[in-house]
């Protein structure tokens, strides 16, 4: 057994600790972030760090275990880690480091590393994405925004802002984000966090880099103006959005009509943003398609807009189905937020949040890349396999991939696919939930004051 007779950060034998404490945690996706290449991720970043229990590998994995752990919360996550490696070295229990040491190696870590650490895994994710994602020769990508919200403290509300409403000032900060995920497999490919301030265009605007030429963009009304649509086009995408809600298609002047439903239209670009960017064409060639789509539980007839011109090539009843596939982002964002606990982050400085969310995102895309190696071991579709079950699964293999004899580990890992691959989703189109709760969870009134003060003011 291991001599935990120095023990502590400064100890002779806390990089072996260290090294148990990886070898222990999420050995089910260290396949796609193994050690190595965190730091490898470190030395790219010039990052360097004393030889201590809480290395750079074990903190990350400790962060991209508390987007797993149904628990939400970081102590919980670390203690996980430290219990499974007391449970295999007795002389280490009871000697954990502190929650203070634990939140000191979080904020050591520099935000370029997550950067770093945040590239290898979409990319690795895309690789194996790239058999799924294509639809008539174009990747498929969809792209819209959300929000996230985060502790109470001064420096949040400065760096992120807050909504106001007719009830006055929100109690919480939150950050805007934008994020371009794979219409196909659920990848996230590129996401900006910025203020809620922000506008989902000039955040998207940043990360159009990671779009390849020949993508095609799926978005809602938000992204449907005619000086967006020049955008896309100037970057070499093409593009599937529904008609503003202030476009008036009985001004649009056709210039070829394949049906009544279906016809190519000059769109003409406002001359206020014409004025901005003298690049800006006066008008530009989009074609119109009228589709029937179910939008929250009731069939509407809707225009769509697109840079998709060949009627032959793409035809009208497969491009208005394609368009179905835009609400799969609301997916994305229900398991990043709900799944990942991403909804309500925990950190208490711009920096940590900023951290913390590269690791929910890092997290989710370990997952849809197990998710993809299970489809395709087992030729399914990646959208019909259960990203919760592909959770637990990971959570529960993990041990076994850490312990058992080396020879077993292939049998191990194979059999964790196919109970990934075993729990097929339903084919569900157009269903819908209603944004609200049956039950309450309590008859409590609404804290309208931090605890603290609550305590001052209630205290005997």
């Known amino acids: 057994m291991m001599s935990t007779d120095i023990f502590g950060i400064s100890g002779a034998n806390a ?22 290449k965190i730091k490898q991720a470190c030395a790219q970043v010039q990052y360097t760090w004393r030889e201590r229990i809480l290395s750079p590998a074990v903190t990350v994995l400790h962060m991209i275990l508390a987007a797993l752990w149904p628990e939400e919360s970081f102590n919980a996550s670390w203690q996980v880690q430290w219990a499974a490696v007391a449970s295999h070295y007795p002389a280490l229990a009871g ?8 939140a000191k190696a979080r904020q050591r870590l520099p935000l370029a590393l997550w950067e770093r650490l945040w590239n290898v895994v979409r990319e690795q994710a895309q690789a194996r994405a790239e058999g799924f994602a294509s639809w ?18 001064p420096s949040l509300f400065a760096a992120f802002g807050v909504n106001t409403g007719y009830h006055g000032q929100g109690k919480y900060p939150l950050a805007r984000v934008a994020t371009l995920c794979l219409a196909n497999t659920m990848t996230v490919i590129a996401y900006a966090l910025g203020g809620y301030r922000d506008s989902e265009w000039r955040l998207a605007s940043s990360i159009f880099g990671a779009l390849r030429k020949g993508d095609l963009l799926l978005a809602d009304r938000h992204f449907a103006a005619a000086h967006y649509y020049w ?24 210039v070829q009509s394949y049906s009544a439903n279906d016809f190519l239209g000059w769109l003409t670009i406002n001359q206020l943003y014409r004025k901005k960017d003298p ?46 596939r835009r609400w799969r982002v609301e997916t994305v964002f229900a398991q990043l937020k709900i799944r990942l606990s991403a909804d309500v982050l925990r950190s208490h400085s711009p920096e940590g949040i900023r951290k913390e969310f590269f690791a ?23 959208m019909r396999l259960s990203f919760a079950h592909a959770v637990r699964a990971i959570l529960i293999f993990s041990p076994a991939l850490a312990c058992e004899p080396l020879f077993t580990l292939p ?50």
């Not at 990089?15 to 190595?36: F, R, Y």
């Not at 370990?366 to 990646?382: C, F, K, M, N």
């Not at 931090?450 to 005997?460: D, F, H, L, N, P």
């Open 411 to 460: 049998q191990i890992y194979g059999a964790m696919l196919s109970e990934i691959a075993r729990h097929v989703v339903p084919e569900r189109p157009g269903r819908i939930e209603p944004r609200a709760i049956r039950r309450e969870r309590k008859h409590y009134p609404s804290l309208k004051q931090t605890r603290a003060e609550w305590r001052r003011q209630y205290a005997a």
């Open 136 to 153: 008539r020769g174009h990747r498929v990508v969809l792209l819209d925004g959300t929000c996230v919200s985060m502790p109470a403290e």
């Open 360 to 382: 929910r995102c890092i997290a989710l895309n370990l997952v849809h890349s197990t998710i993809l190696e299970a489809a395709r071991v087992h030729q399914l579709d990646p």
């Open 95 to 102: 000697q954990s480091p502190s929650r203070g040491s634990v």
């Open 15 to 36: 990089p072996a600790i260290s090294e148990k404490i990886v070898a222990h945690t999420l050995n089910a996706i260290q396949e796609l972030l193994p050690e190595d």
């Open 231 to 254: 955008r896309y086009q100037s970057l070499g995408l093409e593009f599937l959005t529904r008609a503003h809600q202030r476009l008036i298609l009985s001004r649009i002047k056709r």
């Open 279 to 324: 690049t800006l064409p006066r008008r530009l060639v989009v074609r119109f398609v009228r589709a029937r789509v179910r939008i929250r539980g009731k069939y509407r007839l809707v225009w769509l807009v697109t840079s998709l011109l060949d009627d032959n090539q793409y035809p009208a009843t497969e491009i208005a189905q394609l368009y179905g």
